[in-house]
């Protein structure tokens, strides 16, 4: 690494007025052609990049992202982490990124401020207990840490919380993954695009996609807007704009683009500890390190590209924090925004291997994409490198839609991811 | 907060509607003289358009009828909407990288 | 000496109206009229804030919605609010209010600590640090968060409610200042409906804190008469204290009116607030502009103020934010500042005026009223601890990127700084609207519309009351006539002048005599503590774009959003990258445009509306018996009715024993109902359902499962045959709307072709179901005209005629596994049918059961809850229904059933599961394993889905999902519970009680 971040570095760099720190990455212009190009530059579309470089001797790797990178929804969720998910395909998935997580600041010498302050769950009607117990049993038997806590114990978790909610939802008690927690989303990108670039990866932004040089069913190429760029290993990685790179390259996926929306209170002291999320209320709630309630809100009901939700979305999303909440009915929004989510069928992701040799898939995410992105990133790596899926992506594939296959989160979840 | 013009109730607040997805998506006759992949793609497959968007929308809180809309799914703009089984107007295609 | 800053005439403060309020524990005073803010400077006080990071001294840098430092904890209990800008208050009788982020106190905090180490907090220095040792990071983030956030929440539920409401208007008018008043009244003499809304508690804008003339008169003599002839008219309505914060798709702007913060007495019968939802043909964007600070080392200190704050102050308030004031400016408009508080008695020590040149109307009145003006000059230093006492200026080299000569040293205890005006654009953006930079403002501007808005005025980037006046008069006129009104011709123009702010020179950065980064501050951004340093740090480090540099810094991320600091920042970012602010973009205005109570967004969807409650008619008898309550989708049904000192557990073994012995009812009301009818109703169930419609007769039942087009069951329920081409679908309590709507889509959007007509029907009847041997005794003691006879009245038809001596339809179907009648009524006899059959069934001891021994009784005869025994991945196969599905015809989610994964025997399949030991009752959701190791992880084959203890059994048993389940019966699986307890069971077939049939069909 060029140069090590630690606090003798920041004392080292004060006495030069912090005029000395040398580029986080390069910005370098595209090359003729690369090994591999890995199209969107949000935290997914680096790691991959990373490992290709890092464990599968690739070094000639471009990625190429049409903003900013960290800029599509790696910049704009509620940054939670977790791992609890109830189907063994998606809790392999999702712990083997855990996993990555917890060693993700020395990896990188970046600090994501990875916090393991506790996912709770809450459970409102019988039927989410059961539902829920299910999910802890199955996580269990995982090996994945999970547990039932009581009303009680979720007051103690989360003082302020109604837990009768004036007998509407009460709260019957919920699941507790205390390595589950938050993390600094910026810092994701911007610490795996640190040492991308370190390991020689070009990371071009500003270079939007236009089309594919596609050939007897092969990729030969990319064509951006800064030029033609050879290749023939494509990775693509766009949460919310995988179908309109799919109509480029001429296949269609099971894929519906929505607005997700998010939204922050004024910084206030700390008052919620851990992460709580309610799917039959719909409240998801945490609070940043600055002190801002973070709210995840739904993702819209019909299909958008606006950067920005639905209001009625908000409205309810509202409601249910002042349901769950009372207090903070006279907590303010400082900030609401939005991000497009890639919807699937099952509300599992789709990686893999797609109709077009040398072209491969990351996408349909949805509203959990944030967590995966270390696993993702390393199975999607392998996947690309040895041209077939990792093992961990094998359930995931394209493919599974034709024999039924589906891993149907919904089953487990509802909308909370 | 969408308007969205019902064609039989006027225009209504988004809210007052239900979304029905991708129009002009035929139902086989006889889906089982379908292959896998091709059911799949009906049932499954979207063209999830970024741009003018042929979709439908139900009237839930009104007439609940089914119509069509054409919208333009990055600023919202409705283009048009028309009645089930009428063929769809013609309107300036958008579409966005 | 109370309010010692208060000037001795002037102002919009009824000093009729002595106010006492509370500040950081002192008791103070101030007029009516007044904001917190001017409050405390008429009291002196200057220090209301310490910074975010670095917890330096601030004082009020604005007057309006701007303000980044005076933030308060206003209030205390249930009812306070945190992170209030003091600008924003209005003070009222019995005001308490304390700085945020401030411990012990604002004058001696001990977080200014960080001041000392401030060299080690630059920009983002926790990326690179608080990662030794790995596993330290929750302690360090421990103390950042105590140390971060502002004020604080409130820990006691809202005592106060929200109100929401919808409104129309052919022009919305967002600002009553000038350019909104003059196209509020254009628009409104055409006729439109106009709504003017403004967040201040009197219209009039920027006219409020200014001296100009409109049409010869004071500009606040005009906004009153200008408002007076807007409330004449009866198609215009005005609202003050409300903002529209949010500009969204299709002109539905969100408005924020607080109704209730400024009163001292809060009555309980009106909202605190209220939330409008406005969808207007047209918006006139009239939001004014927001002034600039400038960029100079130390600008952060108390006592160092916008301009235009200063002038306010003195103005509107009548009171002196200092004794002696140093005009700091890059525009001839700041002058007027300075003459205005000049008016007032306050001393101008100088002027320091960026430019070389200094020319212009104001710069000439200000010269011509004595004041010293330094060109070329800027201010380099700035000293004091709690409040600027001196500061040094010094003349610029030509270019302004450097000094020229040595300075000199001024007292002052007041800075009024200009630079320049930025248009308040936000809701222009949040519409979506194009910006463009404007070199002649050096700021941006709203290039072209993508909504149906206009902006008018300062917003417009167009200054000088003249010509803001007649914009806004264009804007209302255009409005209208957009709207479809026929404005009559302008009558003349309003007089007034002409001058804007401008000359003026744009120097992003003031240089001091160390390089920037090397000494002092200079901020950008004071709530955040950003700093020119910060800012070309991020640059250096490669964080280029502008959305980077913002989230880097956390630049404009603030309570403020960067109202103050965005285009400032822009600008040095800007001037650092060599490139053309245009080149850059900005970043999105996002809403809120002033940060917006959740209540309001709630509104009264809270507590009892927060999702409706349905409850049958026979609802208040299961209170009266002391029934525990399930809620099933919105309905609450009797769960289970527990008599004294009985547990759960002992209710449902006894209702589930007398259901089985003697007789059982229960409240079957909610089940939905849909009825249908036309010519081809066969045939739409038929498509719908898997199983076939065709031969079922009038009186005859069948029962029906429906899938997706996925193939997995996604209801269930009994239809009936009411007459030719006539049903009554049952759907299950939960998916009724769900059903309704999709089988109107298929109706609607795939099958046209047939006639079908579709009623819902739930609502009108009531039904019970009585259950047990001695069911058709009971009903054969309520009815005089069907007859019950085996014969006469077999399983699976209904009948019509009488039941307690109203009209009635009794279907023989059965839920329980018992000779079961199930009885409807029209709803308004609900009550009467069932106090009818609990007085009549005493003999046979009749027992009311809830929903629990209602699944007991099914799970022993192995029927599935759609739900609980399906998740939307289970097929009829896997639940042993292949039966069900008909080969002969097409349905809804046939095709999928034949994909490879369907067909897999190794799928998970319903069977029933008879624990060891007869008393584990397994817990429904266990995940269950064919091969227990001493730790996970372990294979797991299936879950239990249902489980419970049978009295009729005598033992515990469960129905389970288990890979290839069909073909394992009396095998073993195992439960792994927590704390090493597993709970061994066999695989049986998932019917455990009269397999054959006898007790139903009896």
């Given amino acids: 690494m060029k140069s090590r971040y630690s606090i003798f570095s920041l004392a080292r760099n004060a006495l030069s007025y912090h005029e000395k720190w040398p580029q986080a990455w390069r910005s370098p212009e595209p090359k003729k052609s690369y090994d591999a190009v890995i199209v969107g530059g949000g935290g997914h579309g680096l790691v991959t990049a990373y490992y290709l470089a890092k464990e599968h001797g690739l070094t000639n790797i471009a990625v190429i992202e049409k903003g900013w990178l960290g800029g599509g929804n790696t910049g704009r969720n509620t940054t939670i982490v977790r791992s609890n998910y109830m189907w063994d395909e998606s809790a392999a998935l999702y712990e083997h990124s855990l996993k990555l997580w917890e060693k993700m600041s020395k990896e990188l010498n970046y600090n994501v401020m990875f916090s393991q302050r506790g996912v709770l769950n809450l459970a409102h009607t019988l039927n989410e207990v059961r539902i829920t117990k299910r999910r802890i049993n199955a996580n269990r038997l995982n090996g994945i840490d999970s547990e039932w806590i009581e009303p009680e114990q979720v007051k103690e978790w989360i003082p302020l919380i109604d837990l009768r909610a004036k007998g509407r939802y009460p709260v019957f008690g919920g699941s507790l993954q205390r390595r589950g927690g938050t993390a600094r989303h910026d810092a994701v990108a911007w610490g795996y695009a640190r040492a991308a670039d370190a390991l020689g990866v070009d990371i071009i932004q500003q270079c939007a996609v236009e089309g594919f040089d596609i050939e007897d069913g092969e990729v030969k190429g990319v064509r951006t807007s800064k030029g033609t760029i050879q290749t023939k290993k494509v990775g693509i990685v766009v949460a919310g704009h995988a179908g309109v790179i799919a109509n480029m390259a001429g296949f269609k996926l099971p894929i519906n683009s929505r607005p997700l929306q998010a939204l922050v209170s004024e910084p206030v002291k700390p008052c919620v500890h851990c992460v709580v999320m309610s799917g039959a209320v719909h409240a998801y709630i945490s609070q940043s390190d600055k002190g801002e309630l973070v709210i995840g809100a739904g993702a819209d009901s019909y299909n958008g590209y606006s950067q920005w939700g639905s209001n009625p979305v908000t409205e309810d999303t509202l409601a249910a924090i002042c349901e769950l909440y009372p207090m903070f009915r006279r907590m303010r929004m400082m900030r609401q925004w939005g991000g497009v989510v890639d919807i699937s069928p099952d509300a599992s992701p789709i990686m893999g291997l797609s109709p077009v040799k040398g072209m491969y898939l990351n996408c349909g995410w949805g509203t959990g994409g944030f967590k995966a992105t270390p696993g993702s990133g390393h199975i999607f790596a392998d996947t690309m490198a040895h041209d077939r899926p990792h093992p961990i992506a094998e359930p995931f594939a394209l493919d599974r839609f034709k024999t039924g296959f589906l891993v149907d989160e919904h089953a487990a979840a509802g909308v909370a991811h | ?97 | 000496m109370a309010q010692r800053y208060r000037l001795s005439k002037g102002g919009r403060i009824d000093r009729d109206r002595l106010i006492d309020f509370t500040y950081d524990g002192r008791k103070l005073q101030g007029y009516q009229g007044d904001t917190l803010a001017s409050a405390l400077i008429a009291n002196g006080r200057h220090l209301v804030g310490r910074s975010f990071k670095y917890h330096r001294p601030r004082g009020f840098l604005a007057a309006g919605a701007e303000e980044p430092n005076a933030l308060m904890q206003i209030g205390t209990g249930a009812r306070t609010v945190a992170d209030v800008k003091a600008t924003q208050v209005e003070l009222y009788q019995g005001l308490t209010a304390s700085p945020v982020n401030a411990w012990p106190s604002v004058k001696y905090d001990l977080g200014a600590v960080n001041q000392a180490f401030s060299k080690l907090f630059p920009s983002g220095f926790y990326y690179k640090t608080f990662m030794w040792p790995h596993s330290a990071w929750h302690f360090y983030e421990r103390v950042i968060r105590s140390a971060a956030g502002l004020g604080k929440a409130p820990d006691k539920p809202d005592p106060d409610f929200y109100d929401k409401r919808y409104a129309h208007a052919d022009v919305l008018v967002a600002g009553a200042g000038p350019a909104g008043l003059a196209a509020a009244l254009a628009a409104g003499r055409s006729g439109a409906r106009v709504i003017l809304v403004d967040e201040q508690p009197e219209t009039g804008g920027s006219l409020l804190a200014s001296r100009d003339e409109i049409d010869g008169k004071p500009g606040t003599s005009w906004a009153e008469q200008a408002v007076a002839e807007l409330r004449a008219m009866d198609n215009v309505r005005i609202l003050t204290r409300t903002i529209a914060f949010g500009y969204y798709d299709h002109n539905w702007i969100a408005l924020l009116e607080s109704l209730t913060d400024h009163l001292a007495e809060k009555p309980d019968d009106v909202p605190r607030q209220r939330f409008w939802k406005v969808r207007a043909k047209q918006v006139v964007l009239a939001t004014g502009a927001i002034e600039r600070p400038l960029v100079f080392r130390d600008n952060d200190r108390p006592g160092i103020m916008l301009a235009n704050a200063a002038q306010s102050y003195v103005n509107r308030w009548a009171v002196k934010p200092g004794e002696t004031a140093v005009l700091f400016a890059n525009n001839d408009g700041a002058y007027q500042a300075a003459l205005d508080m000049k008016a007032a008695g306050i001393q101008i020590a100088a002027a320091v005026d960026l430019r070389q040149d200094p020319s212009g109307p104001r710069t000439e009145a200000a010269r011509a009223a004595g004041i010293d003006i330094l060109a070329g000059h800027a201010i380099t230093e700035t000293q004091g601890g709690h409040r600027v006492n001196r500061i040094k200026v010094a003349p610029m080299s030509e270019d302004g990127k450097q000094l020229a000569g040595s300075g000199q040293t001024l007292e002052c205890d007041l800075v009024a700084m200009s630079g320049g005006w930025n248009p308040t654009v936000h809701l222009h953006s949040q519409s979506r609207g194009k910006l463009r930079f404007d070199s002649d403002i050096a700021s941006f501007v709203p290039d072209f519309a993508v909504q149906a808005e206009r902006s008018a005025g300062a917003c417009n980037g167009t200054f000088g009351l003249a010509a803001v006046l007649a914009e806004g008069e264009t804007a209302g006129r255009a409005a209208a006539e957009a709207a479809g009104f026929s404005p009559a011709a302008a009558n003349g123009h309003y007089k007034a002048a002409s001058d804007g702010f401008t000359p003026a020179r744009w120097l992003w950065l003031t240089p001091s005599t160390k390089p920037v980064g090397h000494g002092g501050k200079h901020f950008v951004d004071f709530q955040n503590d950003v700093t020119a340093a910060d800012l070309h740090l991020a640059l250096r480090e490669g964080y280029t774009s502008v959305e980077h540099v913002k989230r880097y810094t956390t630049t404009g991320m603030g309570t403020d959003q960067g109202k103050t600091s965005n285009v400032n920042a822009l600008g040095i970012v800007s001037e650092y990258r060599e490139l053309p602010i245009e080149e850059l973009g900005v970043t999105t205005f996002r809403p809120p445009y002033t940060p917006v109570t959740f209540g309001a967004w709630g509104g009264r969807d809270v507590e009892e509306f927060f999702d409706p409650t349905r409850k049958t008619p026979m609802h208040s008898w299961h209170e009266r018996a002391g029934a525990a309550f399930e809620d099933v989708g919105l309905w609450k049904r009797p769960w289970y009715y527990p008599k004294a000192g009985e547990t759960m557990h002992d209710a449902v073994q006894r209702e589930s024993k007398a259901a089985r012995e003697s007789l059982g009812v229960l409240d079957a009301t909610t089940l939905g109902r849909i009825d249908i009818q036309g010519p081809d109703s066969g045939e739409f169930l038929n498509r719908i359902y898997t199983n076939g419609w065709k031969t079922l007769k009038p009186g005859f039942c069948r029962y029906g499962l429906m899938l997706g087009e996925d193939g997995m069951v996604r209801d269930d329920g009994v239809t009936a045959c009411l007459g030719e081409n006539h049903y009554l679908m049952h759907t299950t309590t939960g998916g009724a709307a769900d059903v309704l709507a999709h089988l109107e889509e298929y109706l609607q959007t795939e099958w046209p072709e047939l006639q079908v007509y579709l009623t819902t029907v739930t609502e009108q009847y009531a039904t019970a179901a009585i259950a047990g041997p001695n069911a058709r005794k009971l009903l054969a003691e309520l009815t005089g005209d069907i007859d019950v006879s085996p014969e006469a009245f077999p399983f699976m038809t209904f009948r019509e005629g009488h039941v307690a001596g109203v009209w009635a339809r009794v279907s023989r179907i059965s839920f329980s596994g018992e000779l079961s009648f199930e009885i409807n009524v029209e709803a308004h006899n609900g009550l009467h049918m069932w106090q009818t059959i609990i007085a009549a069934g005493e003999k046979y001891a009749i027992t009311p059961y809830g929903t629990e021994t209602m699944h007991v009784l099914r799970a022993e005869k192995g029927f599935i809850i759609v739900g609980q025994e399906t998740d939307g991945t289970v097929t009829p196969m896997d639940l042993g229904m292949e039966k069900l599905c008909s080969t002969k015809k097409e349905f809804v989610g046939r095709r999928s059933l034949t994909r490879p994964d369907m067909l897999d025997p190794n799928r998970k399949q319903l069977v029933g599961l008879l624990p060891d030991n007869p008393k584990d009752i397994l817990e429904e959701g266990a995940q269950l394993v064919e091969t227990v190791r001493p730790e996970p992880p372990m294979a797991m084959v299936g879950h239990v889905s249902s489980s419970y203890m049978s009295p009729t059994l005598g033992r515990a048993f469960a129905l389970a999902l288990i890979k290839g389940g069909q073909h394992k019966h009396g095998q073993k699986v195992y439960a792994p519970m927590t704390g090493d307890k597993t709970i061994a069971c066999t695989i049986t077939s998932p019917v455990f009680f009269d397999p054959e049939g006898e007790r139903l069909r009896g």
């Avoid at chain 2, 988004?14 to 379908?34: D, I, M, Q, S």
């Avoid at chain 2, 049932?43 to 139900?58: A, D, I, L, S």
């Avoid at chain 2, 119509?67 to 966005?96: C, H, S, W």
């Fill in chain 2, 1 to 97: 907060m969408l308007l969205i013009p019902c064609p039989y109730c006027g225009a209504r607040a988004e809210n007052e509607f239900g979304y029905g997805g991708e129009a002009h998506k035929v139902r086989p006759e006889t889906p089982e003289n379908l292959s896998d992949g091709q059911w799949a793609d009906y049932v499954f497959m979207q063209k999830n358009t970024k741009g003018t968007y042929h979709e439908r929308w139900v009237h839930s809180q009104g007439c609940r009828r089914w119509f069509n809309v054409i919208r333009d799914t990055l600023t919202n703009e409705i283009q048009a909407v028309y009645e089930m089984g009428e063929t769809p107007p013609e309107v300036d295609t958008k579409t966005y990288l």
